[in-house]
């Protein structure tokens, strides 16, 4: 069994940062990519961003220069810093990674619980 456990979230004014982060914890698994989402109120889930084991990133659109994402192997943990942030930014953020647990070859998504962040104007 595979727990991810998210911790950081927070009300902040605009133009603030907040830091993320995200950890599994469990039986013994390999990682492939981690990645971030976020869901606002009557919104459909979106991507923000993705880190693949090697370290190669991938950002929204709207949140490239402002966010970045990180991730240590040894810890099975993935970061999010927020910096600059709006208003629009205000969603609950999720964390997924995608686990295969040896021998399969198959990997399998696992989503933490979530995570607030609400940005004042």
């Known amino acids: 069994q595979v727990q991810l456990v998210e911790s950081g979230g927070g009300l902040v004014q605009a133009g603030g940062s907040l830091r993320l982060s995200c950890a599994a914890s469990?039986?013994?698994?390999?990682?492939?990519?981690m990645s971030w989402f976020r869901q606002s109120p009557g919104k459909q889930r979106e991507l923000v961003a993705d880190?693949?084991?090697?370290?190669?990133?991938n950002y929204a659109d709207s949140v490239k220069g402002r966010f970045t994402i990180s991730r240590d192997n040894a810890k099975n943990s993935m970061y999010l810093q927020t910096n600059s942030l709006q208003p629009t930014d205000t969603a609950v953020y999720y964390c997924?990674?995608?686990?295969?647990?040896?021998?399969?070859?198959?990997?399998?998504?696992?989503w933490g619980q979530g995570t607030q962040v609400t940005v004042s104007s």
């Open positions: 469990g039986m013994m698994f390999n990682i492939n990519v």
């Open positions: 880190i693949t084991r090697d370290g190669i990133t």
């Open positions: 997924n990674m995608a686990i295969r647990f040896a021998p399969s070859p198959y990997y399998t998504d696992y």
